[in-house]
């Protein structure tokens, strides 16, 4: 150990969940760093419908985490035998699945294995690998410490983060459970030591989202009128006498329109006067956040009149404008990257913004009165009016995590050098460029811990456990479970990866090592595994 940690009065902390293996344990509550991460329901509520939406885009936009690069994957280094701190302990698992009497030698995938998915702190959209684990509520996940402190950003807990038990290609069978408290050791919290680079998250009990993409529906004008979303009109060409026919029974309320095609001042709308001779035309031009801010405000515009100057804002009331100007509409990150080539070439005007995760877009308009010669307009008739719907999400209690997939049991102060069998998403190419895995479908390697402890002198590790194994990034947070039984599919997480090696100097990773899980790594696990979290909905 590296340290020597007395509690508080000498009192020992062995009540609870873990009392029997804690007997006796020099550790303190001080040890034990706990951030919040979805403070209320309706916030965790908001961060599953971010990753369900449109058919659970986001989950599938989702890349690898990227903590270690081709130059961190290097030689570990022998450090001598393990020192456990107290005696070695466990906790049992829950939820085990119907043993089989199949006789197959294929590795039986456990259900409570899936994916974490969050943002970080540059906004871009990760997964790491992870776990349900035993605790008093069910609502309890392991995972690495870097796959949920943000050590790029000051160790920060990253943004919109869930776990997706039994994740595949954008679905999430067993519903989506938003991380509520992060618990780690306040070593990796605040120092960022790798020696203890795991983390236990309390969860909300999971939902599932059913419902449809946006809808296009056709209704009456009042309707269209009074609908503050996207709208469509449905137009056909006319001659100007039959517009002017229009106009004169119905007024410029009447289902009758016009197009200027002039430039960049083209639009659908209902007003035009004629003066000395000369043609005019009230027209929406979309213009930059600059020029909207210069424009002045103009009142409601009336036929034959100019209560509009020469240009004006458009009313957000105006039910003729073509957009509420100055209002961030939230889009999608593929027409954020659309939108951001169009206007690197002048052919958008708004603002374009992309934060914590989300992508958003602002645009403008002003009305301008301009002249224009009569064969430059033309007119249509309004044969529909259309509005389009926002998607519908239904959300609905899926449970709680350890009731639906069950949960591994956690050990800590075990001899090494013992079988253990890792599961995790392997996606990252090997530093040689070889890419063996795809992180669609979850991986596992088998057989013994080296026998001693191992650090790495550049990422300041010493008291890690190594397994060969050629997983790759991806699998980083996945756990390592002893006596795992591949009828019963659940065993004990006596480790999560945490760092990737070339031990051979092929360029290639073909060692994974872990933090040595010891009576500290139990304190932090019996913290987590006693604060109840709750349901979303």
């Known amino acids: 150990m590296k340290r020597i940690l007395i509690p508080a009065g000498g009192a020992l902390l062995a009540t609870g969940l873990l009392a029997a293996g804690l007997a006796g344990n020099a550790m303190a509550d001080s040890d034990v760093a706990s951030d919040p991460m979805a403070t209320s329901a309706a916030n965790a509520k908001a961060i599953a419908q971010f990753w369900a939406e449109n058919n659970g885009a986001a989950l599938k936009a989702a890349t690898q985490s990227n903590v ?39 590795v039986n995938m456990p259900k409570t294995i899936g994916k974490v998915f969050f943002v970080n702190s540059k906004g871009e959209k990760k997964w790491c690998s992870a776990t349900s684990i035993q605790s008093n509520y069910r609502n309890l996940v392991s995972t690495a410490g870097h796959c949920v402190y943000d050590t790029a950003n000051n160790t920060d807990v990253m943004g919109k983060w869930v776990f997706v038990p039994g994740y595949y290609q954008g679905k999430a069978p067993w519903g989506i459970y938003v991380g509520k408290q992060a618990f780690t050791h306040y070593d990796f919290d605040v120092y960022e030591d790798y020696d203890r680079d795991y983390a236990f998250v309390t969860v ?3 939902v599932s989202l059913t419902g449809t993409g946006p809808q ?3 209704v009456n004008k009042a309707e269209y009128d009074a609908f503050k979303g996207e709208k469509k009109l ?9 517009y002017k026919e229009g106009f004169s029974k119905y007024g410029p309320e009447g289902p009758f329109a016009f197009d200027v095609v002039k430039g960049e001042a083209t639009n659908v709308g209902h007003d035009y006067v004629v003066k000395e001779g000369e043609k005019k035309v009230l027209t929406g031009r979309e213009v930059t956040e600059y020029g909207y801010d210069k424009a002045p405000k103009g009142t409601e515009t009336l036929i034959n009149g100019e209560k509009c100057p020469t240009i004006c804002q458009i009313d957000s009331s105006d039910p003729t404008k073509k957009g509420q100007s100055g209002v961030a509409v939230a889009i999608t990150e593929a027409e954020y990257k659309e939108l951001v080539a169009k206007k690197a070439k002048g052919e958008y005007l708004g603002k374009l913004e ?29 044969v529909g009016y259309f509005i389009v719907e926002p998607a519908s999400v239904t959300v609905k209690d899926a449970g709680r995590l350890g009731d639906n997939v069950g949960g591994q049991g956690f050990a800590w102060n075990q001899p090494t050098g013992k079988y253990v069998r890792v599961f995790g998403y392997p996606a990252a190419p090997h530093p040689d460029g070889h890419k063996n895995y795809t992180g669609i479908t979850p991986k596992w390697c088998y057989g013994k811990t080296t026998s001693k402890l191992v650090g790495s002198a550049a990422k300041k590790i010493e008291e890690h456990v190594a397994l060969k194994c050629a997983m790759t990034e991806g699998a980083d947070g996945g756990p390592w479970l002893l006596k795992y039984s591949n009828a019963k599919r659940i065993g004990y997480v006596n480790g999560v990866t945490s760092t990737f090696n070339d031990q051979d100097s092929n360029n290639r990773v073909d060692y994974i090592s872990s933090p040595y899980f010891d009576g500290e790594t139990a304190v932090v696990y019996k913290a987590a595994a006693n604060v109840w979290s709750g349901k979303i909905v």
């Open 68 to 106: 270690w690069d081709n130059a961190d994957v290097a030689k570990l280094q022998s450090k001598g035998g393990y020192s456990a701190d107290t005696k070695p302990g466990t906790a049992p698992p829950i939820g085990a699945e119907k043993k089989t009497t199949s006789k197959s030698h294929n």
């Open 204 to 206: 909300y009990n999971g």
């Open 216 to 218: 296009v529906k056709q």
């Open 234 to 242: 449905k137009v056909e060409e006319i001659t100007e006498e039959q």
């Open 354 to 382: 992309a934060k914590n995760g989300s992508w958003y877009k602002t645009q403008y308009w002003v009305k301008q009165w301009i002249k224009v010669d009569a064969d430059k307009i033309k007119y249509y008739k309004v």
